[in-house]
């Protein structure tokens, strides 16, 4: 059997991305530089394709071209879940300044972070518990998660756009939104009430920290 065609399989088989260390595991310690020449060959020979692979989240993964997102679309007959324009914001933050507390989000917005706002970004598993930053409560410090780079088409956090004053820049919130657009999200106004509920910014901390700890080992 050829190298190229059992790494074809493997990947569209795999529901989500396939390292080089992977690969080398399934293929018997197959070289690297052998792997490598056999993806460069496969990323080229779907370029122009209804698929593309793609490196993405620290490995490959074979996804629809955004060309055709509108026809693939059709084949989901609920509308996808908008995300407010506060889930937004607070994703970039801690995008951009991770690890980052919860305070701090709420200081470079300027207003509260709401439970339902963290908590939908841990359940898309785009952003987790990384830690306790070491002051007085202890509180927890968020990052991003693996699924954050696979839905968003990156391959490391290197690849974020450019931002040195992150909150002063509509690009980078404008940018996410198109990202989500691509892979089928959507993003909406209507923040449900998000910020005007009420932060319990310590107390909220202490009542979900076991739940937030597990989300972390996820």
């Known amino acids: ?30 070289p690297s530089s052998e792997l490598r020449e056999t993806l460069a060959t496969l990323e080229s020979h779907y370029s122009d394709r209804g698929i593309n692979l793609i490196e993405v989240g620290g490995g490959w993964q074979f996804q629809t071209s955004p060309d055709y997102s509108e026809t693939v679309s059709k084949l989901w007959q609920t509308r996808p879940a908008r995300l407010s324009r506060s889930m937004l914001e607070t994703l970039a933050i801690i995008a951009y300044r991770q690890p980052t507390t919860r305070a701090e989000i709420e200081a470079l917005r300027g207003m509260r972070v709401s439970s339902s706002v963290l908590g939908g970004l841990q359940e898309r ?43 002063d820049e ?23 009430m998000d910020d005007n509920e009420p932060s319990d910014a310590v107390t909220d901390e202490g009542n979900h920290a076991e739940t937030e700890e597990k989300n972390s080992q996820l």
């Open 1 to 30: 059997m050829s190298l190229i065609n059992r790494v074809e399989a493997l990947l569209l088989a795999s529901d989500e991305p396939l390292t080089l260390q992977k690969l080398r595991t399934l293929l018997e310690e197959t």
């Open 125 to 167: 598993g785009w952003v987790k518990v990384v830690g306790r930053k070491e002051v007085p409560g202890r509180p927890h410090l968020y990052g991003t998660g693996k699924m954050f780079l696979t839905d968003f088409g990156l391959g490391s956090l290197r690849d974020l756009p450019d931002s040195s004053q992150l909150m």
């Open 170 to 192: 509509d690009e980078v919130i404008e940018t996410i939104e198109a990202q989500l657009a691509e892979s089928g999200q959507s993003s909406g106004s209507d923040d449900r």
